[in-house]
């Protein structure tokens, strides 16, 4: 069955450094997303990519986050200057928009997640 | 979307059917139900989705009456596996907006 991957698993990172987070969403499909999870709390949505710009974005996401698809196949999130409050599971998630008279919403399939410590 | 509420939380004995009630008083027409499962540390995971009546699949089954203002997850025959957090999403079908909010979900503790 089709996946949703990600790297690193683990990231360690000083704060004020920029990281990159990668997915690779499951192949066929043309909607994007990243989630972030602070430990204990519940999952947020971040942002969602779709024909190669962002269509939503949440307050969460600001200036210092950045969305980009560099090929066919990878989507990442990158952090520009990390701060402590940035320390969460990062899950990317993949959808395939679905066509006028479908009976039902999309289905988003989640990646194994990153957990980004910051220090 | 509408708000959702569930339990905080659930204990069961393993080999029990399991229910998961979820409100969700101002669901609108084009709102679906969905049912995500997430391990520790791991993403979310799709479990089950429905618009009204019944919807059974491997996993579980999703019973949603006629007013739709709740729907019940129903596990049948839990095993320690299934210990985990489980969360209902109204799902609508906005064009070009596809933002998933979850809750808190509901803690399902299986119990040998």
């Known amino acids: 069955e089709p996946e949703v991957t990600q790297t690193p698993s683990h990231q360690v990172t000083q704060m004020g450094q920029e990281v990159i987070l990668r997915c690779v969403p499951i192949s066929n499909h043309l909607y994007f997303y990243w989630y972030r999870q602070i430990l204990g709390q519940k999952v947020e949505f971040l942002v969602s990519f779709y024909n190669n710009e962002i269509s939503e974005k949440s307050e969460i996401f600001d200036d210092q986050f950045s969305v980009e698809r560099p090929d066919g196949s990878n989507f990442t999130l990158k952090i520009r200057s990390t701060k402590l409050e940035d320390s969460a599971m990062y899950f990317c998630?993949?959808?395939?928009?679905?066509?006028?008279?479908?009976?039902?919403?999309?289905?988003?399939?989640f990646g194994p997640g990153t957990r980004l410590t910051v220090l | 979307l509408a708000k959702t509420t569930q339990p905080i939380s659930m204990d069961s004995y393993e080999g029990q059917e399991v229910n998961i009630t979820c409100s969700h008083n101002n669901i609108a027409t084009n709102d679906y139900i969905t049912w995500y499962q997430q391990f520790p540390s791991q993403g979310p995971r799709f479990i089950i989705q429905?618009?009204?009546t019944k919807v059974t699949n491997e996993v579980a089954s999703l019973f949603i009456p006629a007013d739709r203002k709740s729907s019940t997850l129903s596990l049948p025959r839990v095993s320690l596996s299934d210990t985990a957090v489980y969360y209902c999403?109204?799902?609508?079908?906005?064009?070009?907006?596809?933002?998933?909010?979850f809750g808190k979900g509901t803690k399902l503790s299986v119990i040998p």
């Open positions: 999403l109204v799902t609508g079908r906005g064009a070009g907006s596809y933002q998933l909010t």
């Open positions: 998630a993949s959808s395939v928009p679905l066509g006028p008279g479908s009976l039902s919403t999309d289905t988003q399939y």
């Open positions: 429905g618009y009204k």
